[in-house]
């Protein structure tokens, strides 16, 4: 009798429930200003949770806001969608075997289900002391084995292969897709950890995104919409990129009232924007961290809220670390973009991490071969006159006070240090008898030679290689950092700045037989210029040149040598038609202004006047600015006696301490690289970019000019307020 008054009290339920179905009904409600959750509730005598149930995208109360549209279920009833079938229960496969793993210093769970292809579930499940107590070095886990899946037995429907295109990054495809990069990289294995390079053709495996039916999208970012005459579903479906079905489905009042008609309020998916192809063409992007939130970024990225929401409609389900932004290409300026992507700004002094201890390794050419420490006149003799032995000494001695000012800032730094001797013979040696386990970075070799061996050596264990003195190499390193800007970036920089302060002055340029590039290169962007015939790559035709100088325009004249001769020939020249416009008393002058894009030794030559470079204002582009009384220098002359560093002290210094500064941040400098800009320093800047194989380059240069007898920096700030 029990259990036939239990199944009697089902079937009248039951039956109840398609009765309620049956007479649903609903209306849209257009939330005002001061209305809440309850109000709305108790106005149409329903429950807040049928409400809350009627408009899934509503989350709580606090998501109803004003001009939000909301369906109410009139009869007050809760939406109970037809149960679907349910799937079938995937059974958790059985291990076919274990392995004994004794876990080493610095593993990780996560590291463990990495090497073992298995999830964190199934190690615990096997060692259930993990599940009270973290990964200890010394423990003894069982690893369980499964059965190789085949591929054709898995679930390829929640994914799709995706075919990268021309001047995509990792960055757009994962703002395409909705994804982190993270997840990315998790999907797709292959891809390098080293490098954020991707190439035009690679596969990649994504996440399927969901079709448009509406039982398909887990949560829509919807909007009201009020229909304009002659609207049908059809177009407006058209509009929207949504079936007709779907916006009916969206809107029941449709069908009660006979169809679409004018002045209806309805709700609507969010239109997605689709100004453009999702690349670096049209747009940069940006990486959410964490604990950020609207407010600062929409101040960090100079965007308003409203352009940063429509470009980014994911952003109406909140805020949450990991998400990419796409932002339009012309918020870059005034940005620190590197690879199309928007790096935040870093003071690496204030963002050390003392637990960090970095292994660094210096191989430069001391020569203690070659010297005799007790006869101390050939000695002195051989380091004013060998460059390499110079330079390494100069660039040591600026190290070491990187050195001291690392460790006040409570880094320990386990440095060791060879002699190369100059030698591949001895790098080999060297890299043979010694093991490069743990090091985090190696500054040197000098010579192109050993540092190719070094880095091919190094890249076998991923560690970075940064090269004191060269700008690029003739083989390809992925490892290499190169710290001097290349010659077309200090030309590109030159002639960038030209641009900006040209006002239509008489531009002409002297450049001989070996300097083709730069003098092609200025032309390009001087049309106009007059071309001054050099004479044997050695003086010029000076009567033929001194007509070319114009009587009213500033004469800007770029010279392209590395002949010391002729510089001093040239700058005597120019300065002579300077002076003699200054005593001349007519009313014309002949101004006259000095260039170079390609700045050499042949500058500094002791036949070169500085005298007339000062009175030319001559200025070119540099990888090095002359260094003021700072801390480094205050440093360095008092743990070397007095002794002001030379240009190779300053670089030894900046160098080391840029490396040391980004270790200290982030014990890897490939990572930290990814999300650090510009660093700047005594006498160098730092800009390093990622060429994908070749190696990393730095971009960074300054412009110098002679004034009053002094070199000084052009600064971008200064040019600005006098234009």
């Not at 059809?234 to 489905?249: M, N, Q």
């Amino acid at each position: 009798m029990k259990k036939y008054i239990l199944q009697l009290g089902f079937v009248v339920f039951l039956l109840a429930s398609i009765s309620v179905s049956a007479q649903n009904k609903y209306e849209t409600h257009a939330v005002k200003e001061g209305e809440t959750l309850q109000s709305i509730s108790q106005k149409y005598r329903v429950t807040p949770y049928s409400i809350l149930q009627a408009n899934k995208e509503i989350k709580s109360a606090a998501d109803v806001k004003e001009n939000t549209i909301l369906i109410i279920p009139l009869n007050g009833a809760v939406n109970v969608e037809k149960e679907k079938p349910k799937e079938e229960v995937q059974q958790e496969p059985k291990p076919i075997g274990f392995t004994r793993h004794r876990v080493r210093r610095k593993e990780t769970l996560f590291g463990l289900t990495q090497k073992y292809e298995i999830t964190e579930e199934q190690l615990k499940r096997y060692n259930t002391q993990l599940y009270s107590e973290p990964l200890k070095k010394g423990m003894v886990l069982q690893v369980p084995k499964y059965p190789e899946i085949d591929p054709e037995d898995e679930r390829e429907l929640d994914f799709e292969t995706y075919i990268v295109q021309p001047k995509e990054t990792r960055w757009s495809i994962a703002h395409k897709y909705g994804i982190t990069v993270d997840s990315l990289l998790i999907l797709n294995p292959d891809l390098s950890k080293t490098t954020n390079y991707l190439a035009a053709g690679h596969e990649l495996k994504l996440p399927r995104p969901k079709g448009d039916s509406l039982k398909e999208q887990k949560v829509e970012i919807f909007t009201s919409y009020t229909v304009p005459p002659k609207m049908t579903l059809y177009s407006l479906g058209r509009e929207y990129g949504i079936p007709s079905d779907s916006i009916v489905k969206l809107n029941p009042e449709i069908m009660a009232l006979g169809g679409l008609k004018e002045g209806m309020v309805i709700r609507l998916p969010k239109k997605q924007d689709k100004a453009g192809v999702v690349n670096t063409d049209n747009y940069i992007f940006y990486e959410v961290k964490p604990k950020q939130n609207i407010f600062r970024l929409t101040q960090n990225l100079k965007i308003t809220r409203e352009e940063l929401f429509r470009l980014n409609p994911a952003l109406e389900n909140g805020l949450k670390a990991g998400m990419v932004l796409k932002l339009p290409k012309e918020k870059a300026e005034g940005l620190e973009v590197k690879n199309a992507l928007v790096l935040d700004k870093i003071n690496l002094l204030d963002s050390v991490n003392v637990e960090n201890k970095p292994k660094v390794v210096f191989m430069l050419p001391f020569r203690l071969d070659r010297i005799d420490v007790n006869n101390k006149e050939k000695t002195e003799s051989q380091i004013k006159t060998r460059r390499d032995l110079t330079l390494s000494l100069g660039f040591y001695s600026g190290a070491m006070v990187a050195l001291d000012s690392i460790k006040k800032l409570g880094i320990s730094v386990n440095v060791k240090t060879y002699d190369t001797e100059l030698s591949q013979t001895k790098v080999k040696e060297i890299l043979f008898r010694e093991n490069l386990q743990g090091v985090n970075a190696i500054i040197g070799p000098v010579a192109s030679a050993a540092l190719n061996e070094v880095a091919v050596q190094a890249a076998s264990k991923n560690i970075p290689v940064i090269a004191p003195i060269a700008s690029d190499s003739e083989f390809s390193h992925s490892n290499v950092f190169f710290s001097v800007p290349r010659d077309e970036v200090l030309r590109s920089k030159m002639l960038s700045y030209m641009e900006k302060i040209y006002t239509n002055q008489n531009i002409i340029i002297i450049a001989d037989s070996t300097h083709q590039v730069a003098h092609d290169s200025i032309l390009s962007k001087f049309p106009a210029a007059q071309i001054a015939k050099v004479i044997d790559n050695k003086s010029l035709h000076l009567d033929r040149f001194l007509v070319r100088l114009s009587e009213d325009k500033e004469n800007w004249v770029f010279l392209e040598t590395d002949q010391p001769n002729m510089v001093a020939s040239v700058t005597s020249i120019l300065n002579s038609a300077n002076t003699a416009s200054l005593l001349s008393e007519k009313e014309t002058q002949i101004r006259v202004r000095m260039f170079t894009t390609s700045y050499n030794s042949a500058f500094e030559d002791d036949a070169v006047s500085n005298t007339h470079l000062s009175n030319l204002r001559f200025t070119y582009p540099s990888l090095y600015r002359e260094a003021g009384n700072d801390s480094f220098v205050q440093a360095y002359q008092k743990r070397f006696n007095g002794l002001r560093p030379d240009r190779y002290a300053v670089r030894g210094f900046d160098v080391t301490f840029d490396v040391l500064l980004k270790l200290a941040h982030k014990n890897n400098l490939f990572e930290t690289s990814k999300i650090i800009g510009l660093t700047e320093y005594t006498g160098n800047s730092f800009d390093y970019i990622n060429n994908w194989t070749s190696g990393y380059f730095n971009r960074a240069c300054y412009i110098m000019e002679y004034n009053n007898l002094e070199i000084k920096e052009v600064k971008l700030d200064d040019l600005k307020s006098n234009l």
